[in-house]
């Protein structure tokens, strides 16, 4: 992240007496401000905006986006990016699996289903053929399933192409909830080089599959793996980034998983010629699979990680590879300073539902379920209808629009996080897919709307995916290892992800139902509300996290008891 201080405003109770603390440009040097931050931990009598109650000790805790001021402090000296970049790069390769393996099913489903035998039936094939018309995915199956004839159509049948596309969410689930706890156990890239076993795997079977059993049993082991993937990628990120680039650096994360689902996509354009390219398809995630296992054995573990097993000296080995042996010093004494006064040992499943870590907990499942609640998966999806109807034939054309949007905005909030701050970008993104949403809701319903609909449809679903790209897409999974204490950060983040994935997979199931009972433009307009309660649950929930350290972070709001 950007090196930045910032303002603190609280009514801070100090025993009998009662005082301001306020931390203005020019009042101090960081470490200064730094020592009077670390006071707010030991105060009692207030509850922040965030809803933090610890033990006794209360807190207000409010950094608004008019509270932060740049400062450069004079303690970020030395390189600081230039040894952590390719072991970034390394831990992306997870997020780029994460992405492929979400969209590779997109194109090569009807092509799989032919050669797996799965959709031999006459019925089927042509009502597959018309539904999918090349591009069937998740929403679109949902539908035609919904409208086979079961008395034409083997059960069977439906549930191995049902089956073929949702086993991947229900594994991802399985592995989201399964990450943290590895992640804890054997370290961060010990975990990344288990996860290559279900990747591999996963890849290998899909790739040679002769079976409809198969191809389930290879995609359910890859749902694994990019759901282990996708609870560890951000939580390494953040702990081996120096603290003035974390942002930048976090929603890089956000950036490779869009840049997956375009090489999906990409990956699928020989099919047209070749029938049997789909098997090629899933074997191309079997190389960077390997490439992560083979890079993360030669990557520094987390120093943070280190430090909490007590395995002080290999963790000034780690800093000194990511950043320099002049900053071991200081980066040990803010893990010091952390766990001074503090003996505990690494929390346990429940202990994420105690009253001390609850509250900064549901933060984070809130920011997944609102991010799925939104709709984004429901517009992408949708979107190559909306697009067909000004005239945009072309599948490929569609989602390659949308996926270039998504690509671009997540490009920009990759220079703005450290400048702007996680919570403002936040704000700022689900308003404009709020606004988005209801210009969406609109260009359908209002008859003075109707010689534009096409054009404005199309307007809408771009601005949706470029809003959804500049805050809501990438600052969750950048936020949350942030806010979460070290002794829960694995679980904490494994848990969201859960949210993530359950909730995906709920909205898939019900999607089409609400939109056949209600209307596309009234599920676009409850989207819109949904992008409107976010703004304002974020507003008061959502601490400002740029320019300071995890440790400094988890002081203010996980302070020891």
């Known amino acids: 992240m950007q090196a930045s201080a910032y303002a603190v405003r609280g009514g801070v109770g100090l025993d009998s007496q009662k005082r301001r603390v306020l931390l203005l440009p020019g009042s101090g040097d960081f470490r200064k401000r730094s020592l009077a931050l670390n006071n707010l931990c030991t105060t009692t009598g207030r509850s922040d905006c965030f809803g933090l109650r610890l033990a006794s000790v209360d807190m207000e805790f409010e950094l608004a986006q008019g509270d932060i001021e740049d400062v450069t402090p004079a303690k970020i000296q030395g390189k600081t990016s230039g040894s952590v970049l390719p072991y970034v790069g390394v831990a992306c390769l997870g997020a780029i699996l994460f992405g492929y393996h979400l969209g590779v099913v997109n194109g090569a489903l009807e092509y799989l289903s032919k050669d797996l035998g799965i959709a031999d039936n006459t019925v089927l094939q042509g009502k597959f053929h018309s539904i999918c018309d090349d591009n069937c995915n998740y929403f679109t199956l949902l539908f035609f399933i919904s409208s086979m004839d079961n008395s034409a159509i083997s059960k069977l049948e439906i549930f191995g192409i049902g089956w073929v596309v949702s086993s991947l969410l229900a594994g991802a689930t399985v592995g989201s909830f399964t990450g943290g706890a590895l992640a804890d156990k054997f370290g961060r890239t010990k975990t990344f080089q288990l996860d290559a076993i279900p990747l591999v795997v996963g890849a290998f079977l899909c790739a040679t599959a002769q079976s409809v059993q198969t191809m389930i049993i290879g995609r359910l082991l890859a749902g694994i793996g990019i759901g282990i993937s996708s609870a560890i990628v951000p939580l390494y990120i953040s702990e081996i980034s120096p603290t003035e680039i974390r942002g930048t650096l976090g929603s890089v994360n956000q950036l490779f998983i869009c840049i997956g689902i375009l090489a999906a996509l990409v990956a699928g354009l020989p099919l047209a010629g070749n029938p049997l390219w789909w098997r090629s398809m899933f074997g191309v995630a079997l190389i960077p699979s390997v490439l992560l296992a083979l890079g993360m054995a030669f990557s520094p573990e987390s120093p ?120 403002s970008l936040l704000i700022t993104s689900f308003a404009g897919m709020a606004l988005s949403m209801l210009l969406l809701s609109l260009s359908l319903t209002w008859k003075v709307l109707a010689p534009y609909s096409g054009t404005l449809a199309v307007l809408g679903t771009v601005l949706y995916v470029l809003s959804f790209s500049l805050g809501a897409g990438p600052v969750p999974a950048l936020l949350l290892p942030e806010i979460f204490a070290s002794r829960i950060r694995a679980k904490a983040v494994a848990l969201s992800l859960g949210m993530h994935w359950i909730s995906n997979f709920i909205i898939g199931l019900y999607f089409l139902s609400f939109v056949t009972k209600f209307g596309i433009s009234s599920v676009y307009l409850g989207f819109s509300t949904v992008c409107l309660l976010a703004v304002l649950y974020i507003a008061c929930n959502v601490v400002e996290t740029k320019g300071r350290s995890l440790e400094e972070i988890e002081r203010a709001l996980n302070p020891a008891i």
């Open 304 to 423: 943070r990680w280190l430090f909490q097993q007590g395995k002080v000296s290999q963790a000034e080995m780690a800093i000194k590879t990511l950043f320099g042996k002049e900053r071991v010093a200081e980066v040990m004494n803010d893990f010091n300073a952390a766990s001074q006064g503090s003996s505990e040992q690494e929390a346990g499943w429940f202990d994420l539902f105690s009253s001390r870590y609850r509250k900064v907990v549901s933060v984070g499942a809130a920011l997944f379920l609102f991010q799925q609640l939104a709709g984004i998966n429901a517009v992408v999806y949708y979107s190559t209808s909306v697009f067909r109807s000004v005239g945009i034939a072309s599948d490929v054309a569609a989602s390659a629009l949308v996926g270039a949007s998504n690509v671009f905005g997540t490009t920009i909030a990759s220079s703005l996080m450290d400048k702007q701050g996680r919570k």
